[in-house]
């Protein structure tokens, strides 16, 4: 049993595109995240969900939009892609502080 | 306030060696402390935490690590290190902020072991 599934796992697409990354997680955690990496391996943390609650909004561009249908599934949508958006994005679950990560999204804007 | 300080962003050593991975960390209340590891193309998986206790904690594959406040510092070592040791490591910590356990990560170390 995966406890923290992504889809897709790859997703290449053209600049000004819209695109949804999935996450769902049947550890049956409050808590999720999303995550993004860059090409360096840098992790930034960009929105965190509790509950379906928004709990932590860091700088992203509103472009980027989390939604948090039940407690199981945080989904991210994208619009207008960018060339910068180019990353891994990881979605993760916490129990108390630790954190179980999925196994990653890598999107390609061309 | 918190931050996390990984010192060198890419460590070699020969296998069977000694690994010592730098992590020092700023917190304004007492803090969690974890390595995690990511494998090429894998997400993270938790090597090892710190929360209360004793400060030398163990982990998967012989990794272990020790907390210690005075220095503010939370390294990782392992005795020998295996090929299959390579990969990137990642220290963190969480620390409570306005009701929720607030996680920030440093920037990695890619371990490379040499044959």
């Known amino acids: 049993d995966t406890a923290v599934s992504q889809t897709p796992k790859y997703l290449v697409t053209q600049m000004g595109n819209d695109k949804s990354i999935k996450c769902e997680q049947n550890l049956g955690h409050d808590t999720m995240y999303w995550y993004k990496q860059d090409s360096k391996k840098f992790l930034k943390i960009m929105f965190s969900y509790n509950n379906k609650e928004l709990i932590i909004n860091e700088t992203v561009p509103n472009r980027f939009s989390p939604k948090s249908p039940d407690k199981a599934h945080l989904n991210l949508h994208i619009n207008s892609l960018e060339l910068g958006d180019s990353a891994v994005y990881f979605c993760a679950t916490t129990r108390g502080a630790e954190q179980y990560f999925g196994p990653g999204t890598r999107l390609t804007v061309t | 306030a918190q931050s996390v300080t990984q010192l060198g962003s890419h460590v070699s050593v020969s296998e069977g060696a000694l690994v010592l991975l730098r992590c020092n960390y700023s917190?304004?209340?007492?803090?969690?402390l974890f390595w995690y590891v990511q494998y090429p193309n894998q997400g993270l998986q938790l090597l090892l935490k710190?929360?209360?206790?004793?400060?030398l904690v163990k982990g998967i594959n012989g990794f272990e690590a020790e907390f210690k406040k005075s220095e503010t510092s939370f390294h990782l070592t392992k005795p020998s290190a295996h090929m299959s040791d390579a990969a990137e490591y990642f220290c963190a910590v969480s620390a409570a902020s306005g009701g929720y356990q607030k996680v920030t990560f440093g920037t990695g170390t890619k371990l490379q072991v040499i044959p």
């Open positions: 710190y929360t209360t206790g004793a400060t």
């Open positions: 917190s304004s209340v007492p803090p969690y």
